[in-house]
């Protein structure tokens, strides 16, 4: 116990205050000078952890647009739903390589679920089924390139 009558171990529990405040100005210049828009941010300094994700269309003030990762219609008299890439960079179906990958052909995917990463600058960005369904087809090459709004899935409505 200490003099104030609280223990050691409470008082490394509780975040510094100037470490928060050092990792959420590190976020900002992270996300500040990445060349296209990001999902999550998360920065650690010992034990203290900042995690920052920005859903939909929400936009960061001080960062560069954000992409959502909602699936578009696929083009008239299709009832299909495409997910399409958040970002530009190099579309992953699998965790880590030789690993399952996330989806395949068949597979039912409920909404939220991660069916893909998508690589771009060192970072790695879930790709999530934004509504239910069964993939019916995967429109993107393993480790390979993808542009921005790119179709990755194609799934057929839950």
Same mark, same amino acid.
């Given at each position: 116990?200490?003099?104030?009558?609280?223990?050691?171990?409470?008082?490394?529990?509780?975040?510094?205050?100037?470490?928060?405040t050092?990792? %959420? %100005?590190?976020?900002?210049?992270?996300?500040?000078?990445?060349?296209?828009?990001?999902? %999550?941010?998360?920065?650690?300094?010992?034990?203290? +952890?900042?995690?920052?994700?920005?859903?939909?269309?929400?936009?960061?003030?001080?960062?560069?647009?954000?992409?959502a990762?909602?699936?578009?219609?696929?083009?008239?008299?299709?009832?299909q739903?495409v997910?399409?890439?958040?970002v530009?960079?190099?579309?992953? %179906?699998?965790?880590?390589?030789?690993?399952?990958?996330?989806?395949?052909?068949?597979?039912l995917?409920?909404?939220g679920? +991660?069916?893909?990463?998508?690589?771009?600058?060192?970072?790695?960005?879930?790709?999530?089924?934004?509504?239910?369904?069964?993939?019916?087809?995967?429109?993107?090459?393993?480790?390979?390139?993808?542009?921005?709004d790119?179709?990755?899935?194609?799934?057929?409505?839950?």
């Amino acid at each position: 116990m200490t003099a104030g009558g609280t223990s050691d171990e409470a008082v490394l529990a509780e975040p510094d205050d100037a470490v928060l405040t050092g990792l %959420r %100005r590190h976020a900002r210049d992270l996300v500040a000078e990445l060349a296209g828009p990001v999902r %999550r941010v998360r920065l650690s300094s010992g034990q203290t +952890v900042l995690e920052v994700e920005w859903h939909g269309v929400a936009q960061p003030t001080s960062a560069p647009s954000v992409a959502a990762v909602a699936p578009t219609p696929a083009p008239a008299g299709s009832d299909q739903i495409v997910v399409r890439s958040p970002v530009v960079g190099t579309f992953y %179906r699998a965790p880590e390589p030789g690993a399952a990958p996330f989806v395949a052909v068949g597979d039912l995917v409920r909404s939220g679920q +991660v069916v893909g990463i998508v690589e771009a600058m060192k970072l790695m960005n879930e790709v999530t089924a934004e509504s239910a369904g069964r993939v019916v087809a995967v429109l993107a090459v393993d480790a390979a390139p993808v542009e921005y709004d790119q179709p990755l899935l194609a799934l057929e409505p839950a």
